[in-house]
């Protein structure tokens, strides 16, 4: 392919302009040049600061600073846009679990003025395939013990069959890997020329409602991500070491993981092993681990350990993924002295926009809305709602929602806000309190109950270690309220213990809330990003039999 090509496979097939939101740059911070490279910007601005020389990814095998890195990263780049023959535009599939070569094959891939599309390490080659049609990548790089789903999908797609998949992590001694392949190249890399507003990456949603949405991210919202929550609430330094469990290929793990990190001009610990709570507690302590990135279930199973092994030189603990439950915050607390960071972000706004660092955090809320940021709560017609009143929650600020080819753009965003799909009320002092998504509301009787409000209440009884409520159709009630429960070891699952928490939850809350089923389960359903999968909760709900 000829340099000067580019390809406009995704700037053609955005939104029409009309149904973008409205990006708000009111900071000083935020007013970026319209001309950036990402990746170039990051290690630019390392640099800058001194820190070159410094850790940036770091394992049990090898650490490299951030000289390093870069050098690494412009082998890879120098591999796809000339050996490859790759242009600006085009995409790129990854697939690997966290490690120091997936990060920087990220890293390559939109320094290259290529299009990243990481994808989450549990797909299988069906899901796989949806996202092959849907993004049409010229090239993979992918990990080599998670191959065969991928090369499955590959050659079963018209438009990727014949086209490079290069595997990483496996056999050294192979010639034909991504790894054998960059070291031939040179380490010095021009950056790919790209306007701010040109794409960096395509995020693929988790899959809560079933089916996966592309939503689109350029350079610029990249980097004013980087100067709303970890500027104004997390507050990194370079001395921090990052661990944390959310895939690179969710925006909360590449963010919390990868790019923040790297804004601070901090060091990030890729694990070796696949994460298990002890293992958690176990690295954080031997790695001296200062910022730890999960969601509010892996807390709670690690809380246990962290009474046991302590916590180290631990100061920050972010959690979002999916509501945190008071009753984990302050489980958490107990056992490792740390008021949590929560926070609410999405796929489509890149990350977290509704925040609060330990100091202001106020018991049951979520946070304040991150410098940057507007949000408000609206009724269904989109009109403000007054303090208290529980309603849908409408965002704006540097970063938006831009689906790629997809009819749900005008549901996501409506006159410039972004819907996340949350349902939540604000307080005087201008805190949001988290509710439920927006089709987690039972209604039973006439009366709004939100399920996680539920869950929370079966959580503070000693016998429930996980739980997930949802509402099933019922006739008399309109719904009737439904809770799976994952027992601790040694509880019995009878209908004793059934009454014991119906009457719990009876006595925690109003009594109209208590689930009229309660099912007991061995595990329950969720996603790669470690989010409780209530859609296969609800269809579970109404399809008993199945």
């Known amino acids: 392919m000829h340099s000067a090509q580019i390809d406009r496979f995704v700037h053609d097939r955005l939104p029409p302009r009309s149904q973008w939101p409205e990006l708000r740059h009111a900071l000083p911070e935020l007013q970026l040049p319209q001309q950036l490279n990402l990746v170039q910007t990051l290690f630019d601005r390392a640099e800058a600061a001194g820190h070159a020389d410094r850790p940036l990814l770091r394992s049990d095998a090898r650490t490299l600073s951030y000289a390093q890195s870069r050098a690494e990263v412009n082998r890879i780049a120098n591999l796809l846009t000339g050996e490859l023959g790759l242009v600006p535009g085009n995409r790129v599939l990854l697939r690997g679990g966290n490690s120091i070569t997936m990060a920087l094959a990220w890293l390559a891939v939109v320094q290259a003025g290529l299009i990243a599309v990481a994808t989450m390490p549990l797909l299988r080659a069906r899901e796989l395939g949806a996202i092959l049609t849907k993004a049409e990548p010229s090239a993979a790089l992918c990990e080599a013990r998670l191959a065969s789903d991928l090369q499955v999908a590959w050659q079963a797609d018209s438009h990727c069959a014949g086209g490079p998949l290069l595997l990483f992590g496996g056999d050294d001694a192979l010639p034909d890997t991504l790894e054998a392949r960059a070291m031939t190249q040179r380490d010095a890399a021009t950056a790919c020329s790209t306007a701010a507003s040109d794409i960096a990456l395509l995020a693929f949603t988790s899959g809560t409602t079933g089916v996966p949405k592309a939503a689109v991210h350029s350079h610029g919202e990249v980097l004013a991500a980087c100067e709303t929550w970890p500027r104004h609430v997390l507050r990194a ?310």
């Open 237 to 546: 330094t370079p001395d921090d070491i990052v661990v944390g469990s959310p895939p690179l290929a969710f925006t909360f793990g590449l963010g919390g993981l990868l790019i923040f990190p790297m804004w601070a001009g901090a060091s990030v610990y890729f694990p070796s092993i696949p994460y298990t709570p002890e293992a958690m507690v176990t690295l954080m302590n031997r790695v001296d681990a200062t910022i730890c990135y999960t969601a509010p279930t892996f807390y709670r199973q690690m809380a246990p350990f962290v009474k046991q092994h302590g916590v180290g030189r631990l100061r920050i603990c972010v959690s979002a993924g999916e509501g945190l439950p008071d009753v984990t915050r302050q489980l958490w607390k107990e056992a490792s002295g740390i008021e949590m960071t929560d926070g609410i972000g999405a796929t489509e706004m890149f990350h977290i926009f509704i925040s609060a660092a330990p100091e202001d955090v106020r018991r049951g809320a979520v946070g304040r809305v991150v410098l940057g940021y507007s949000a408000r709560i609206v009724n269904d017609h989109g009109q403000p709602l007054p303090i208290g009143e529980v309603g849908r929650l409408a965002v704006k600020g540097p970063t938006g929602c831009r689906y790629l080819d997809d009819a749900r753009q005008s549901t996501y965003v409506q006159d410039g806000w972004n819907f996340t799909g949350d349902a939540f009320y604000q307080d005087t002092d201008g805190y949001f309190f988290y509710q439920a998504r927006t089709d987690d509301m039972i209604i039973t009787s006439g009366y709004n109950v939100a399920g996680p409000e539920v869950e929370s209440a079966l959580l503070q009884h000693a016998a429930v270690a996980e739980c997930g409520v949802v509402g099933r159709p019922d006739d008399e009630r309109g719904m009737v309220i439904v809770a799976y429960v994952v027992l601790k070891p040694g509880q019995p699952a009878s209908p004793a213990q059934v009454k014991v928490l119906q009457d719990h939850v009876k006595q925690t809350l109003a009594p109209y809330k208590y689930p009229r089923d309660v099912i007991f389960m061995d595990q329950l359903p969720r996603t790669g990003t470690g989010k409780l999968q209530r859609f296969s909760l609800r269809s579970l709900a109404a399809n008993p039999s199945h």
